[in-house]
């Protein structure tokens, strides 16, 4: 198969393929483009005819759902050929993954993570909304936009794992009965202590798992490269103010949280959410502020919260005042929010947090 995937060649007389981008969970990712229109690109993940499990189709299914929600991924195209099938979504920017290791500490400050934590938790909400989890949220299927204010969201990526954790049924809907033991999905070092157990993967563990690439993220998380056996173990011995201890105090009360819900719970978005824009409020931090891998403009001086090493946030965070600053009983967003930033990242406003449209 790979042969019909060389640079140039064109697939479906529709695709050209550019390069090859890397791989999914269920094929390879190649960077394509129109062939009537080479300023139209996109991302064309193909998946071989003769496996066994037909991840790709149910991708396609999850992100058909998602495109009735705002700032997703979107699809383009999709079609068969002898050999595979292919889906064409939307082109993205770098991974969260690949910033990391091109930024200086290869960790991102307070700053950066907690908005990402903000992002990520409202991708994650878009899916649930639609009824699935993810089961392999990690920061290698979180990537930014590539131009204009899209280049500054995230998204998140690689939905060959989801499982829908609702049935639909003629008298209305209801959550999923959990089988008494499930394979393990997704990558160890972000899932659950449940997911290790075996257990049925609900909203929650999607939770974990972001909880976990925002240690990675900030400060590193302990487990890296260890077997599955002694992940777990540290995972479920290792307290959380152990864990957390050079990260925003506020991710051990979102912790707090998440270790109290069980499979068919739906989590409370909205505190999550108001704890991430508490410790941003906190340390003075706006959605406006650079992330670390952003260059500030020429002739600018670097913003105090860019580019933080993971050394200087506690002495950075010594030097406010440890009065709670105010957030604005409304929007939930720190002080000095506007309704032009709301515009600018609309990924981030507090309603959105709020809604429950699935209704369980």
Avoid at 203 to 227: F, I, N
Avoid at 301 to 319: D, I, M, W, Y
């Amino acid at each position: 198969m790979n042969g019909e995937f060389e640079k140039g060649k064109v697939v479906n007389n529709k695709w050209v393929i550019d390069s090859r981008i890397g791989e999914g969970c269920c094929g390879i990712v190649f960077k394509v483009r129109d062939v009537n229109d080479r300023k139209r690109k996109g991302a064309m993940k193909v998946e071989p005819k003769d496996e066994a499990i037909q991840v790709l189709k149910n991708e396609a299914k999850v992100m058909k759902m998602l495109m009735e929600r705002k700032h997703t991924v979107r699809i383009i195209d999709s079609g068969k050929r002898a050999n595979y099938s292919y889906l064409v979504m939307s082109l993205l920017g770098d991974s969260l993954t690949k910033l990391k290791k091109e930024s200086p500490e290869e960790r991102f400050s307070a700053s950066s993570a907690s908005r990402i934590g903000v992002q990520t938790l409202y991708a994650i909400k878009q899916l649930h909304e639609v009824g699935y989890v993810h089961r392999d949220v990690k920061p290698s299927n979180l990537v930014i936009g590539r131009h204009g204010k899209e280049a500054r969201m995230i998204y998140l990526i690689d939905y060959g794992l989801a499982r829908s954790f609702v049935v639909w049924e003629p008298t209305g809907i209801r959550i999923r009965f959990a089988r008494p033991r499930a394979l393990l999905r997704g990558t160890t070092r972000y899932c659950s202590p449940a997911v290790h157990d075996r257990q049925e993967q609900g909203r929650k563990d999607d939770l974990w798992s972001m909880m976990y690439l925002m240690l990675e993220l900030h400060v590193g998380l302990p487990w890296v490269h260890k077997p599955e056996d002694e992940t777990k173990k540290m995972k479920t011995e290792m307290q959380d103010n152990v864990l957390m201890a050079n990260c925003p105090p506020e991710w051990i009360k979102m912790m707090d949280h998440i270790r109290q819900l069980k499979y068919p719970d739906r989590p409370d978005y909205r505190l999550l959410y108001d704890l991430l824009i508490l410790s941003m409020t906190r340390m003075k931090v706006s959605f406006a502020d650079p992330y670390d891998w952003e260059t500030p403009p020429a002739g600018s001086n670097l913003p105090r919260n860019a580019r933080k090493t993971v050394g200087s946030v506690e002495k950075t965070e010594e030097t406010i005042s440890q009065e709670t600053f105010s957030v604005d009983s409304k929007s939930g967003r720190p002080s000095g929010t506007t309704s032009s930033e709301e515009a600018a990242y609309p990924n981030t406003i507090a309603a959105e947090f709020d809604k429950n449209d699935l209704h369980i």
